[in-house]
């Protein structure tokens, strides 16, 4: 299993609010390397497909409403330690408790629409990487 991946997505927020080039900027001066790119968009089937571990969650309904409201740009990174080191940049997963100067305290505005998601394992970083991305579009 490798450790030097994860993935993330800007959420239809944070591009709806025009973040996207600042994200991005924010990533690459974490030190992460953009391994694969893509604008795109979730049909709630596929936003329900790729939260389906999150299925029997009391907001599971909202958060693929949520996702499927607009484009999100997806991508692999990669950096040592990249899994908790890019949950460190994004900050707490409600942006209220995020901290300074983290992703989420600069750009999200509530749990729901909260600007980016971030792999919570290197297990989960493969597979959702995978979701998005075939062979040939991974550098
Ligand atoms: P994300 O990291 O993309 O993973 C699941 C998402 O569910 C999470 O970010 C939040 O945007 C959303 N969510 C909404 N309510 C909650 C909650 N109470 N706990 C965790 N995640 C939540």
């Given amino acids: 299993m490798e450790t030097n991946k994860t993935f993330t997505m800007i959420k ?8 996207i080039g600042a994200i991005l900027d924010h990533i690459t001066k974490g030190g992460f390397k953009i391994t694969a790119l893509k604008y795109t968009y979730l049909s709630p089937e596929k936003a329900g497909e790729f939260y389906a571990v999150h299925k029997e969650r009391p907001f599971y309904a909202d958060l693929v409403k949520f996702m499927s409201s607009g484009p999100i740009v997806a991508a ?13 940049l994004i ?10 100067g ?7 505005k509530s749990i729901d629409a909260n600007a980016v998601h971030g792999s919570d394992s290197d297990e989960n970083a493969a597979i959702e990487g ?4 075939s062979a040939f579009e991974k550098f």
């Fill in 12 to 19: 239809p927020d944070a591009v709806a609010n025009g973040h």
């Fill in 76 to 88: 692999i990174l990669e950096k040592e330690n990249a899994v908790a080191d890019f949950r460190t």
């Fill in 91 to 100: 900050g707490a997963t409600d942006p209220s408790k995020a901290e300074a």
């Fill in 102 to 108: 983290t992703i989420r305290a600069l750009f999200a």
């Fill in 130 to 133: 995978s979701f998005f991305f």
